[in-house]
Every structure is written in structure tokens, then in C-alpha cells.
T-cell receptor, first 112, second 114 residues
Framework: LAKTTQPISMDSYEGQEVNITCSHN???????ITWYQQFPSQGPRFIIQ???TKVTNEVASLFIPADRKSSTLSLPRVSLSDTAVYYC?????????????FGAGTRLAVHP | DVKVTQSSRYLVKRTGEKVFLECVQD?????MFWYRQDPGLGLRLIYF???????EKGDIPEGYSVSREKKERFSLILESASTNQTSMYLC?????????????FGSGTRLTVV
């Protein structure tokens, strides 16, 4: 299973765009890249998933370069409620008996 | 929306007790997982189950067992609780059908063993 590396923590201010980059040098051909968000005392919540190029939903965008060895989660105009831990994971998204491995995540603090 | 429900938010148990953590999902998902989360260590996989009566060890299965008698329910069992099992326990489920849109997690059970 591919290991991921992401910054331990980041700080931002309300209204700014936040980009969190994750590296996954050993990503396999059939691996998808998935990001989760976790608030204190809650379970992680799925944010976005992608395989290549760019994916956008109502919460975030995910940018994946052609070599897929890294990905960037982009949160537009963050607010205080975006303060959370963000996890980047890679794994087989095609089904089967896969399991996702969580790293330590990136702790984002949004300041007023 | 898929719901994953963990029976207790907070539990306090004594060393040596047998502890059952229950997890129920309502969307007919085949795969279910138990993680524990500790500060600085992220989430670590204890056990997972890809179908009824099937189970696989995760990365840290020692001191734990699991039971999956029905598709919707996945139980984590601490045979003899110890203080180093004090942690946040998270259950998750997903369906392995086609492209994955991720896991759904429960709210967690914070277990304290005294």
C-alpha cells in the first residue's frame, strides 16, 4: 500500500484559499487518491476522491499531476469551521478487499 | 446517507474486563473496519471484515478480536482490557462495488481503561 507524506500542520486566515499537498511516490496504477476531514471527537468524513487531473465538488478541488506522485487539496475561502485534520490516502478504489491506511494528517488551523 | 452507528460515545472499563464495542451500518455495505486513533499516531487499522463471518487482521490486532454474524453489525472485542487500550475507536463501512467514494465512519467510542 502506498505511503503518503503531508505537512504536519498549516495555518491560514478566514477567506483565504488553502492548498495542502500530499506526496505518494509509490502510488499504484489502480490506486485512487482520497481526502478526509476530521473534527475533534468525530470520525473522519469523506471530502473528495480522484484518479487524475482535476476533480471539483461543492467542498473542495483536487489537483493531480500527470505522474500522480502527488496531489493537492484546495479549499477555497476557508472559514473558522474548516479548522480540522485533513488526511490524504491512496488505495485501490476499484473495490475488493482493500483497506485504507491513514497517516498522521495535516492539522489546519484557520484564524479570524 | 449511509449511517454508521457506534453504540457508545464514552466508556470506562476496568483492567481485565471483557469489553464489547458495537457498530451498526444501515446501507448493506459488505466491508467494515475497526480503527483506533491515538494522538500523534493517526488512525491504525485493527481488524476488517469483507463479508459476514469473514475477518482479516489489520496492523495492530493483538489484544482484540472481532465478530461479524450479520452484515450490518461488526463488533470489536477486547478480551481482557488493559490500560494501553485506552483510545478512541472508530468503525467504518464501505461497499466494494465499482469506483469507491470512500468510507463512512461512525462518531467514535472513547474508551478509558482504568
Amino acid at each position: 500500500l502506498a505511503k503518503t507524506t503531508q505537512p504536519i500542520s498549516m495555518d491560514s486566515y478566514e477567506g483565504q484559499e488553502v492548498n495542502i499537498t500530499c506526496s505518494h511516490n509509490n502510488i499504484a496504477t489502480n490506486d485512487y487518491i482520497t481526502w478526509y476531514q476530521q473534527f475533534p471527537s468525530q470520525g473522519p468524513r469523506f471530502i473528495i476522491q480522484g484518479y487524475k487531473t482535476k476533480v471539483t465538488n461543492e467542498v473542495a478541488s483536487l489537483f493531480i499531476p500527470a505522474d500522480r506522485k502527488s496531489s493537492t487539496l484546495s479549499l477555497p475561502r476557508v472559514s473558522l469551521s474548516d479548522t480540522a485534520v485533513y488526511y490524504c490516502l491512496v488505495g485501490d478504489g476499484s473495490g475488493g478487499y482493500n483497506k485504507l491506511i491513514f497517516g498522521a494528517g495535516t492539522r489546519l488551523a484557520v484564524h479570524p | 446517507d449511509v449511517k454508521v452507528t457506534q453504540s457508545s460515545r464514552y466508556l470506562v472499563k476496568r483492567t481485565g474486563e471483557k469489553v464489547f464495542l458495537e457498530c451498526v451500518q444501515d446501507m448493506d455495505h459488505e466491508n467494515m473496519f475497526w480503527y483506533r486513533q491515538d494522538p500523534g499516531l493517526g488512525l491504525r487499522l485493527i481488524y476488517f471484515s469483507y463479508d459476514v463471518k469473514m475477518k482479516e487482521k489489520g496492523d495492530i490486532p493483538e489484544g482484540y478480536s472481532v465478530s461479524r454474524e450479520k452484515k450490518e453489525r461488526f463488533s470489536l472485542i477486547l478480551e481482557s482490557a488493559s490500560t494501553n487500550q485506552t483510545s478512541m475507536y472508530l468503525c467504518a463501512s464501505r461497499t466494494p462495488q465499482g469506483r469507491s467514494y470512500g468510507y463512512t465512519f461512525g462518531s467514535g467510542t472513547r474508551l478509558t481503561v482504568v
